[in-house]
């Protein structure tokens, strides 16, 4: 049974390359055609094989994408994860509430901080106390999971 596996990928492999030999081959422009521009008009996106490609603006986003990583990795280079976070509750809290802020939401606080297990367990309420959702964070690794 693995003979007839490994010979089918190989046979698929060899085609592949066969036909991308094949296709790789240029064709000389013929004795009225202009040749191809060396370098892609202004505001084409580069493509695979580094010709102006089909991507177009999708390039773009990704490249963009990868720009802003980037910089957000320079601009917290001197914070990293440690293997052990340590949280306390009262470092829950302010991981709550800072998460709170981050969202914009400015009308709930974080209520009934207490040890859970090997948790540590919040509510997020409103102004009166009403209590939205519970959540649980691990104390060594930092991750949320919500529970109610």
């Known amino acids: 049974m693995n003979k007839h ?5 190989a046979s698929f492999v060899m085609g ?3 036909t991308g030999v094949f ?4 064709q000389p ?7 191809m521009p060396m370098q892609a008009p202004p505001g084409a996106a580069w493509g ?12 773009e986003q990704m490249h963009d994408r990868m720009q802003r990583r980037g910089e957000a990795m320079r601009a917290f280079a001197l914070l990293y994860h440690t293997d052990d976070r340590k ?9 709550a509430e800072g998460l709170l802020l981050w969202r914009g939401n400015h009308s709930w606080k974080v209520t009934n901080v ?3 297990g090997d948790a540590i367990g919040f509510d997020f309420a409103t102004k009166e106390g009403s209590s939205i959702a519970h959540f649980t964070i691990d104390p060594k690794t930092g991750r949320f999971k919500r529970l109610g």
Request: proline share 21%; net charge neutral; hydrophobic share 40%.
């Open 5 to 9: 596996i490994v010979t089918a990928v």
């Open 16 to 18: 592949g390359i066969a």
């Open 23 to 26: 296709l790789a081959q240029a």
């Open 29 to 35: 422009a013929g004795p009225g055609q202009p040749p």
């Open 48 to 59: 695979p094989g580094g010709r102006p490609g089909p991507m177009g603006p999708w390039a």
């Open 87 to 95: 949280i306390t509750p009262d470092d829950a809290k302010k991981i």
């Open 114 to 116: 207490a040890p859970e």
